[in-house]
């Protein structure tokens, strides 16, 4: 180790001498000349208090291995968490294709040098559309959370007005990302849920109907697993009112329920995890948009879309991005939103899941999940003081257990379940205090007979 100034190996242009070389040539003394517009207050004075940079490949990793090997995963104990983020099965083929150098390492690709990840994501455009049955698909955003504010944002612009519908019941994380990116442009309107069944109240949706109503935002399945089973009627309110309606769905559960714009959806958003792509500790998610493939709906579009066209060269094609002109690279700021960064390798690893699986085998999918998440219900409700499902709508992969009549809070539950090596049901008590001591379970084509009993019997012992 050394005192004198030296290059680092991960930062560019660390070098002392092309610093200088850098300073001198745009005419400042010191790099603190560059930030003399930011206001003094929002600097932080002198250096920040930091460890000595690790220079080499092996201590960095062994650094970062050791950080997390202080966490508890959940490869490493049963897990029944869900909300948003769900253990599913991802087939080899999927982490083979989406690690191949010419898709992992790529930024993103263009015509002039990546026909290839082009192909992919068009494909997977084909198939995500083929599944929920609308002609028009975006390239991922971040999440569904960002996915389902994009798609209220667009039903504002493409109606002219200003209020969304939105469910209390689609979960804290999700609903402040919608109300965040919304807020400039769009008024959210919260519409409360029945505590008993988990659907939302109509009534209250007839009352907020308005000429201001740019769409109905709901889920199919719900944050709580709920099937929203007013979907139809409700569509047909929001059409009466002249207002959009936005579906948004776990697309794995397409394999039992009905495509969105058979009950009259108009935007249909949703998250690509649960096809093909592992659980990350803060990744892992990619949302998407689809619509018509109409001038109507495509112009609002603010990301990336795919098409496929002939080339000069009798019967061959190319891939490419279409409607380029409505993007914020080429309206830049009078763009309607902005095209950045997307989701590129984990709308890879959904077009090649769906590939994989096929029709029938989604169907069959959706099947199993069905019967065991309706068998650990009926398993946990056989439990003294445990209600299960506590919401007496029908369900999908995820149920609402109630620990009210227990004597335990969820909180002491799952401590005790952790120190047993399973991760039990997602804590809902302080965002739904309705449902007092409850938590969120989930259950997928992961989980046995053998889990569904060993957590049953692990919370007997509890109580």
């Not at 080499?56 to 983020?85: I, K, M, P, Q």
């Not at 010419?102 to 455009?125: I, P, R, S, V």
Request: hydrophobic content about 40%; charged content about 20%.
């Amino acid at each position: 180790m050394t005192d004198a100034p030296s290059a680092h190996p991960y930062i560019p242009n660390s070098a002392p001498e092309i610093k200088r070389a850098m300073l001198d040539a745009v005419g400042v003394p010191a790099a603190d000349e560059l930030y003399g517009s930011i206001p003094a207050r929002l600097r932080f004075p002198g250096l920040l208090d930091l460890p000595e940079p690790l220079r080499s490949e092996y201590e960095l990793r062994r650094h970062v291995t050791g950080v997390l090997d202080r966490n508890e995963s959940a490869a490493e104990r049963l897990s029944f968490l869900g909300g948003g983020c769900w253990p599913h099965y991802v087939p080899a083929v999927c982490d083979e294709i989406v690690n191949r150098g010419e898709f992992l390492t790529a930024y993103y690709g263009d015509t002039y040098g990546d026909h290839g990840k082009l192909q992919a994501l068009f494909e997977y455009a084909s198939m995500i559309g083929e599944l929920v049955e609308c002609d028009a698909v975006s390239q991922p955003t971040y999440d569904w959370g960002a996915a389902a504010a994009t798609s209220i944002c667009m039903a504002a612009r493409i109606t002219g007005r200003r209020v969304a519908l939105v469910p209390a019941s689609i979960g804290a994380q999700r609903r402040s990302l919608i109300e965040g990116y919304c807020r400039p442009w769009v008024e959210i309107v919260t519409i409360p849920f029945d505590s008993g069944t988990g659907v939302l109240a109509l009534e209250r949706i007839r009352d907020a109907l308005s000429p201001q109503t740019a769409c109905v935002y709901l889920e199919v399945p719900g944050f709580l697993g709920v099937i929203e089973t007013q979907a139809e009627e409700i569509a047909t309110l929001s059409r009466e009112a002249g207002a959009l309606q936005i579906v948004g769905v776990d697309p794995i559960s397409l394999g039992v329920l009905e495509a969105p714009p058979r009950y009259g959806a108009d935007i249909v958003c949703g998250e690509l995890q649960p096809l093909g792509i592992h659980m990350h500790y803060g990744g892992g998610l990619a949302g998407f948009v689809a619509s018509p493939d109409t001038e109507r709906f495509v112009s609002e579009y603010p990301t990336f879309l795919i098409g496929l066209g002939p080339t000069v060269m009798d019967g061959e094609y190319a891939f490419g991005e279409v409607v380029w002109e409505r993007t914020s690279y080429v309206q830049r700021g009078d763009s309607k939103e902005y095209a950045g960064t997307t989701q590129n390798l984990w709308a890879i690893a959904a077009g090649a899941y769906l590939g994989l699986v096929g029709p029938q085998g989604l169907a069959e999918l959706g099947r199993t999940i069905t019967s065991r998440a309706h068998y650990a219900a009926r398993r946990l409700d056989g439990l003294p003081g445990v209600r299960a499902p506590a919401l007496s709508a029908p369900f999908f992969k995820e149920f609402v257990v109630d620990f009210n009549e227990s004597g335990a809070s969820v909180a002491e539950i799952n401590l005790a379940l952790r120190q047993r090596g399973i991760f039990g049901g997602l804590d809902l008590s302080a965002e739904y205090p309705e449902l007092g001591q409850s938590a969120l379970f989930c259950v997928t084509e992961v989980h046995t007979k053998a889990d569904i009993h060993r957590l049953a019997d692990e919370l007997a012992d509890v109580f």
